[in-house]
């Protein structure tokens, strides 16, 4: 089990994509007895606080003005158990244009065929929840099955059900949006959700938000939360909120990160939650998925935990999932009458017609009277591109990229032109080139595209209910093990800071726990072999007192993060001793020795 830790918080690295609103930097947590919460809270009013979250053994309060030294001197009391930074929490995505129609047919996402979801039946039996805390789920799109579909909001948020931006309702898409014969079809199609929101309008909330929402998870019988989110620093008023969540048998994946970068983000770094990094179609990783080291320390101090980063990864990069009705936009490209893929720039509407290449399109040229533009990427402004199409008398404009990939932009905050602009690919320049003929077509959709480690998260939360499903009596921790066992390995041979162990392989974790039980030891009805641990410290060095029933033979190997540590008598006892100082995760199994008879595994976090 995890052990519940109480740490300092550290000073918060946001990983906020844009956004011009501040968030409260004197707002704290104070972790209380419940039992006098009531004092607490009279205090911290007189104080001059005010209360932002109430929640079992914690509040949230601001208290403008002062800091962290000066509020733990005026709630110096005995029913304060501590005092931290609230930190703040941003959604993770990289938003990019809109691509494909279906608004009239049902597409299949490239992720659910990469990572196997589509060999696997999702079992609506089973009692699957998944808890996504976010910015609310959008009453407007059809494409759910909403009688299965509760939720919370936090104070000054809005209902649940209304967006406070895209940004949840395409997370929660990739979760379970309903096969249905039109639109999207999640990972797990149909699974019942319990929405939290947890983000204001200006994009932001506090580690404080997701304590509580962890709450209010466990609350609503979910078995999975799922937070496409993060920020700097951790905090142990959160942190314990997911190790409860995860010792009830629950499973925990946040977002590792879109900077690009080797910085640990919360809550993704906590030992209890799974960190899920972002690939694209091509198995490759994306360029701006964070890659944590799985190392601390230094000297004789290093440990290495891989609960503290990517321990697998799935696909992130240009997902399509569900939006807020119409708050999408979609196009559509076709040359001489076969479709390209294209990405909205600006200015709904169709154009068809003659195509005419204008180079980079710097000057008004003529020759595009009537017609559509074909333009190079390049040199001048994307509005100077299709400002002087349209000046020439263009009808639209499809700028190609000069680098591989899809060209993804927009016409700027004082663009005034009218005609429709699409980005398109540079794989397809020749092809778009050589066409005599075009047809553009741009308009709104209830459904877009995103990229970010945040859409890669929640196809992680959505495979997780349909393989539990398929093995409702494993706990959240053995299917965090089973994706790990069976993950595709990409990138470097063998476990990597980007990938970890690879992508997710749904179909590959199902046969997995089929034939080796929800333990993983090798036995597909399971193993009456049981373990339990207990983490202490001597003088400062970590020590795990390991106890163990039902092993028939002589002996039992004893496994800590994965490798054997020892092969000692079946005598029902052993204590590991790690000669290491400070925190670390640790996870631990006992086998029959020399066979695969093994536990479940059991964690440790100091």
Not at 53 to 66: E, N
Not at 73 to 91: A, I, Q, T, Y
Not at 197 to 225: M, P, R, T
Not at 291 to 312: A, H, L, M, Q, Y
């Amino acid at each position: 089990m995890f052990k519940t830790t109480v740490k300092p918080a550290f000073a918060a690295t946001l990983l906020a994509l844009s956004a011009s609103a501040v968030a409260d930097n004197d707002r704290y947590i104070i972790q209380v007895e419940n039992n006098g919460k009531g004092i607490v809270k009279a205090i911290a009013k007189q104080a001059g606080a005010d209360i932002k979250v109430d929640a079992d053994g914690f509040i949230a309060a601001t208290f403008t003005g002062k800091s962290l030294e000066q509020v733990k001197g005026l709630m110096n009391n005995p029913h304060v158990k501590l005092v931290e930074e609230d930190l703040v929490r941003r959604p993770m995505a990289l938003f990019n244009d809109d691509a494909g129609d279906p608004m009239v047919t049902q597409v299949t996402p490239y992720a659910v065929y990469q990572s196997q979801a589509n060999q696997v039946v999702f079992n609506a039996n089973a009692g699957m929840k998944v808890c996504v805390i976010d910015s609310g789920l959008d009453s407007s799109n059809s494409d759910f099955i909403w009688s299965g579909i509760t939720g919370d909001n936090d104070p000054g948020t809005g209902n649940w059900f209304d967006h406070g931006g895209p940004h949840g309702t395409h997370v929660a898409g990739t979760i379970g949006a309903a096969d249905n014969g039109y639109g999207v079809v999640g990972m797990a199609p149909g699974v019942d959700m319990h929405i939290i929101k947890v983000f204001n309008e200006a994009g932001w909330g506090y580690s404080s938000d997701l304590a509580h929402a962890a709450q209010l998870c466990q609350q609503a019988g979910a078995n999975i939360i799922n937070m496409s989110l993060g920020g700097g620093g951790a905090n142990s008023t959160e942190e314990n909120a997911f190790i409860d969540f995860v010792n009830g048998g629950g499973f925990v994946v946040a977002a590792a990160g879109n900077d690009g970068n080797s910085v640990r983000s919360y809550p993704a770094g906590y030992p209890a939650v799974m960190m899920i990094g972002a690939n694209d179609a091509d198995n490759n990783i994306a360029d701006f998925s964070q890659f944590p080291s799985c190392t601390t320390g230094r000297g004789k101090n290093v440990t290495t935990d891989e609960t503290i980063c990517v321990e697998v990864t799935a696909g992130g990069v240009d997902t399509l999932s569900t939006y807020p009705a119409g708050m999408a936009t979609m196009s559509t490209l076709t040359a001489d009458g076969a479709g390209f893929d294209s990405s909205a720039m600006e200015n709904s509407g169709n154009a068809s017609g003659a195509t005419y290449f204008m180079g980079i399109g710097d000057s008004v040229d003529a020759g595009a009277a009537g017609k559509v533009c074909v333009i190079d990427r390049g040199t001048i402004s994307f509005y100077d591109k299709v400002n002087n199409c349209e000046m020439s008398g263009g009808i639209g404009a499809v700028i190609v990229n000069n680098e591989p990939g899809m060209l993804y932009g927009t016409l700027g905050e004082t663009n005034n032109t009218t005609i429709p602009a699409v980005g398109a690919a540079q794989e397809d320049r020749s092809a778009l080139l050589a066409a005599a003929n075009m047809d553009i077509s741009i308009g709104a959709s209830d459904y877009g595209f995103m990229s970010g480690t945040s859409m890669a998260t929640p196809a992680v939360a959505g495979l997780a209910a349909l393989v539990w499903s398929n093995h409702p009596t494993c706990t959240g921790e053995d299917i965090r093990a089973a994706f790990k066992a069976t993950a595709l390995d990409s990138g470097a041979a063998g476990k990597d800071a980007y990938f970890g162990h690879g992508i997710v392989q749904a179909a590959d974790a199902s046969a997995y726990l089929t034939a080796n039980g929800c333990s993983g030891g090798g036995t597909g009805g399971g193993s009456d072999l049981t373990l339990n641990a207990n983490g202490y410290k001597v003088q400062g060095t970590q020590r795990v007192d390991l106890t163990w029933g039902n092993a028939a033979t002589t002996n039992v190997d004893i496994f800590r993060n994965g490798a054997k540590i020892v092969t000692t008598a079946n005598d029902g006892a052993y204590t590991d001793n790690l000669n290491t100082k400070g925190g670390g995760s640790y996870q631990y199994q006992v086998c029959e020795a020399s066979s695969t008879t093994c536990s479940a595994t059991v964690s440790v976090v100091f």
